[in-house]
């Protein structure tokens, strides 16, 4: 897919890249992407999408199609077309590893390259950060209110098209969901692939009875039994009888799923009548509509639950379905070459100016404490998590497998307070702005307003 | 894309097919795509995706590379692996065409199929018809609240990924946005494509008014220019400056871009300033986390603006962010091959049995005043909206041009009643269920309780 979207680009990206290429050809330019604002219900945000951002940054060029097109638009020079087509990506980027836990203000990835390349790229970077750290964020969240329960992303079906449903099973996964319905991703990214029955599969046999034992005689390791198509207290009488057949047979019946009614008394019910007829390894799933707060509010209930399929609410994100990600230039160099900082001065959208670093303090035994955004330059004694990932336009990051980088998310959020990771929690983990940066914004800032 | 889209689907459509493949293989049956209830914030939806369907339907295959992952999942047969391997959809599909207005329970596609196929393409219809049918309503309330001034999608930042860009392109496109900044989409759709400048562009040269004349040296016939780097005020002078500079050359200045601050005070200086100045023609755009609830708000308190690049908002459909849409077996057929209708039970889900039309009903004017959901054999004096577009597996439906779609959508609205478009509508436009279907269900739902 990467290799064909060097047109995912807005169009003004490639008309100021030709304002560029007239006035400011040898311009070299620092751009920050980072999240303004966590949205209402985030205290956290996971980074996630460093992988398409690599390959798309590897592979990407314009060829005579591509040319093509933009030239029957009528607006752009045949010179600027043929620098286009010789295009290559000869920057430096630095970005925060998938998986690192961010907050606003942050750089999630950081862009050192001549101004045009630095604009063309905008657009992709932005979508990608925003998608994929937007998933990650959200599913962390689904999988600490489940406390230990598996979460598997039910979400294909309502995600914003295919991509979305594949790049929605690789963050939920990364983040610690158990697997995914979407069998692509499976494919793709080697996650789980999981599934149960529909409500259609039951209703194409006369009786629920012979769906149930169509399937578990169809695949007796893996049956989970969907229960309330009709009646569910009938449903899980009928579940048990398949639990009992197949223990008959030496198999294990694995689960039964509940999806709509009083998931709560249903599942008490279930537990008892599968306890009672010594069918207590078969598993109870809930699905339908759950997000953090309702698994939260099962679990609290006392809902007899062994793992949660999750769809919409989290392949979605849809109470925060975007993250407030922007692209903002920081330094320039000016006619000698030197870079000079910069910033943006309208209201309630001031930025920061100067190549900068984020470092995250650890206290004795290893908790986080707080983050501080600082000059690269400057010397501050914490973990500096922006790493470098493309130098001069050669890719220099080893992406590391899914795996580790889903032990590394489960590390990061253990060091961190419990209060952050607390799904109601308001709490604002501390981002401090150091000496150097805070005096460079406040000089930059004078001598713009004076400039102008 | 869509040629390798055949593990695009949830596992358990894979599972339940094997299942029918061996208890079931004969068996035909009819689904019906519809949405269980329109979000908060919609009185009405607008049908899109069909065009990737029947790309989807066509070139639905299972290449010995799918059939080998599957394989290695260790769950399916060799026997149901090789059907899988000559999959051929061969049913029928009814579909609306896109552009349609639809309301909650109407089918907007319906599926008579071998169960099995009928099955697999479960997870690709809902999610095509999910995000597509999403943004064109979304787009339409957009469209509707700017009152006849352009509205154009800048949303690629933010959208769930690529392909859920260009979707929204078309899609908005389709409810009568005038273009898009996603130059991709541009090119795969031939939607118009339109684009400014952004603040890096400004803070790139050392004074604004150099970058302003940088951009109109570059684009004389295109230039808009944003005003709000610095201080908005001196922005739009510069402004009227390079107005006046491309008046002299022979150009007009396109427009200029308000993005943040107090737009309606803003739009109302900056239009005095331009008219005063003898740049009456010099168009006003607003952006900045625009919607149809901003957009209004703006117009009713004045504000003088021509047009409006909305993102985020529209791109994700933030206030709904996924339709309840679903996909339910209504009919089935019995061992002798006759079709039987069946529905759903559960509590507050239940559905509608039977192989179903939907009729739109007018009054002498040509206004639409009702819908009736009825059995597809019943007499109903009204236009039915389902029609054929896949025969025995063969595409019948002829794709209308995008151009054509945009008119369709514009026309069907213009003969609803006003308060259906209102944006903060609470109306509920009449779709009333036919004596025939209100029997049925009733039977239906007597013989299967009493079966269970």
Known sequence: MDKKLSLLVDLYELTMAQGYFIYRKDALATFDLFVRQLPANRSYLVAAGLRDILSYIKNLKFNPEDTGYLRSREIFSEDFLNYLAGFKFGGDIWAMPEGTVFFADEPVVRVTAPLIQAQIIESFLLNTVNLQSMIASKASRVVWAAKGRKVFDFSLRRTHGAEAAVKVSRSSYMCGCAGTSTVLAGKLYGIPVVGTMAHSFVMSFKQELDSFLAYATTFPKRTILLVDTYNTRKGIENAVTIGLYLKEKKYRLQGIRLDSGDIVYWSKIARKMLDRAGLGYVEIVASGNLDEFKIRDLLKRGACLDSF??????????????????YKISEITDEEGNFLPTMKLSSRKVTYPGRKQVFRIQDRKGSFVKDILALEKEKIK????????????????KDPPLESIRGFVRAGLNNFPEQLKNINSRYKYPVVISPGLAKLRKDVSGQLKKRQ
């Open 309 to 326: 399929g999750v769809g919409t609410n989290m392949g979605t994100s849809i109470d925060a379905p975007s993250l407030d990600v922007i």
């Open 382 to 397: 914490g973990k500096p998590l922006l790493v470098k990932v493309i130098d001069k336009g050669r890719v220099v990051y």
